[in-house]
């Protein structure tokens, strides 16, 4: 079934015409995103953002990959939302680590009103500390999305994950519109958007082409643009699924630099089974962000490290935060 793009004032390449750029020869496609990567960023920066789970497991909703849902028997139990406290302390190591930016995420449908306060208080912990802010708590109603922008938070993550075709094989217990519509009201908020999606879920290229066409119409573009690769969780639907060809992780990366040209792209989730010369390419192909720090939310992302020396042995510099407003 088609689906509406969002309306963009801008114009968005067809789908037939990004599904021809996925299949362009690796040189051409390379070359032409590394081109525009070039003339918007410093190739050599890469922005650093370290993840903290503040509420983790038990989540009512159903994502096929996450081991987070109360649908799936795995691993991870349901605790209760973290301290403020706690979290000060781990944005201080974060920051003393050498990130900049400072996501907190939660296994929530969507937050509770009187946790939001609690999360509020985070924010602002964080922001003391001197990084970025970043949260990620599942669909919002357009007052939490006021309430977290006036707390001072900069960053609201929010994945769309797949196609708007392929999604009812991702999460049945919403809608792509939900998903959609928590993106109006963060926008509408003031808030900076960070929207992406997952590969590796068995969906086809056309579905990648679809995703990153959506994310492209959003006005504006998202600023930041996670590229997740499925990380497989014993226990969840997703698991044993056969793992992406590593060129086609490329591809995606280098067709979301040329869609969305001034837009970070992070090289989110899965680093932990990619080669250090696997993420080289996607740095060139245009992914100038990571997540950094031994964990993502419940499951392992390399050392740091292990990080510090591929940066060093790239020639990379993590990107300087932003200035602070006048
Ligand atoms: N509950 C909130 C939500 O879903 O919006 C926020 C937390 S949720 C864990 C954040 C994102 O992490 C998801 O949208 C998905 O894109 C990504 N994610 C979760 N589990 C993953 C996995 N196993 N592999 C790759 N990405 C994953
Ligand atoms: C995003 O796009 N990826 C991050 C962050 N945004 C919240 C989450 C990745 C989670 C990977 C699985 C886990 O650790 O539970
Ligand atoms: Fe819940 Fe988010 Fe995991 Fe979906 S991805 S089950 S909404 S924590």
Known sequence: MAFPLPSSPRPVPT????????ARPLNDLLFEAHTVH???????????????????????????????????????GREALMDVEDVRREA???????????CMGAAYRGPRDRDLETIARMIEAVKAEGLETCATLGLLEAAQARRLADAGLDYYNHNLDTSPEYYAQVVTTRRYEDRLETLEHVR?????????????MGESTADRAALLRTLAALDPPPESVPVNELVPVEGTPFYG????????LVRTVAVARLLMPASHVRLSAGRRSMSDELQALCFFAGANSIFY??????????ERDEDRRLFARLGIHPEPPPSPAP
């Open 38 to 76: 070039r003339r918007h960023f410093d190739p050599n920066a890469v922005q650093v953002s370290t993840l903290l789970s503040i509420k983790t497991g038990g989540c009512p909703e159903d994502c096929h990959y996450c081991s987070q849902s109360a649908h799936y028997h795995t691993t991870v």
């Open 293 to 302: 720090g031994e964990r993502l939310l419940t499951t392992p992302n390399p």
């Open 188 to 200: 509408a908020a003031g808030l900076k958007v960070c929207s992406g999606g997952i590969v590796g």
């Open 241 to 248: 699924l056969p793992p992406i060809d590593p060129f086609d």
């Open 92 to 102: 201080r190591a974060a920051r003393e680590a050498g990130a900049t930016r400072f």
């Open 15 to 22: 789908q037939a015409e990004v599904e021809a750029m996925f």
